[in-house]
């Protein structure tokens, strides 16, 4: 489709290139025409001019002037020119006057109709028909509690409630402070709940925000308990005890390391009576 619709527009578009041709060669023959008859003209005035100052020469204008000649032949229509510029838009026109609005009204069968033409009536009820044919017995079926037995109506309303019976049912109206079961779908029942406590069940327990000064098992987890402390003793165990500072006016055995021991001296004790024999 889309080569058929490119060959027609290449037909189109030759025909359109042919036509400017055409048009091309007429106005090349009418400006060589216009040219053959200018270079005509031409040589006729040249011819003129010669005649004119021949008679000039002779004197013939020094006297009174001729009568006119004779009205030349009409010269040969020039060629169109071209297309003028589109004028400006006028200006816009007065709003027209409103119209008149079309109603209708009925009068039983007859209909008023009120336009701009103005006001038309017509009764659009028809003759009456022809009497139709007369009809049969009718065969009448009841729906409960209705009955129709021997060409007669009756009604049963025995398994029907009285006013009196509904003297302990509410109406719709009543019950706009209640909810329907629809309603509860989201919440929990009696029996789902009884595993739960209610608020007078937790009155001997706190929150989680009056134990901010207590801590918990984990964190005292690097502490010692009561029974930690069974092997350690206590202040009142450590009465007969000395402290680091009741020992300051003590020496340690580091400090008696001059000094000989009590072994050391059995060993080199002599008598008065050795010193006596010794030799000197």
Partial sequence: SDAKSAAK??????ETTEKVAEQARDALASATDAVGRANDAADAAEGV????????ARGDFNGKDGKDGEPGA??????????????KDGVDGKD??????????????VLTVTSASGTTSADLKGEK????????????VAKAPLSYVGN????????????????????SGDLEGYVTDDELAGYAT??????????????????????????????LGSYLTEGDLQNYVTKDDL??????????????????????????????????????????
């Fill in 49 to 56: 001019a010669s005649e004119l100052r021949e008679a000039a």
């Fill in 96 to 109: 027209g006057k409103d119209g008149t609005p079309c109603t209708h009204s009925w009068d039983g069968t």
């Fill in 129 to 140: 028909g022809d009497p139709g044919p007369p009809g049969g017995d009718a065969d009448l």
């Fill in 74 to 87: 009409p010269g040969e229509p020039g060629a169109p020119g071209e297309p003028g510029t589109p004028g």
């Fill in 9 to 14: 527009d290449a037909r189109e578009a030759i």
């Fill in 152 to 171: 007669e109506l009756s009604i049963d309303l025995s398994g029907y409630l009285t006013s009196a019976d509904l003297g302990d049912v509410v109406r």
């Fill in 239 to 280: 009465g007969d005890y000395v402290t680091e500072g009741d020992l300051s006016i003590y020496i340690t055995e580091s400090d008696l390391s001059g000094y000989a021991t009590k072994e050391d001296l059995e060993n080199v004790k002599v008598t008065l009576v050795d010193l006596c024999e010794m030799e000197y």
């Fill in 190 to 219: 009696k029996d789902e709940l009884s595993g739960f406590v209610t608020s007078d069940d937790l009155d001997d327990y706190v929150t989680s925000e009056q134990l901010g000064d207590y801590v918990t098992s984990e964190q």
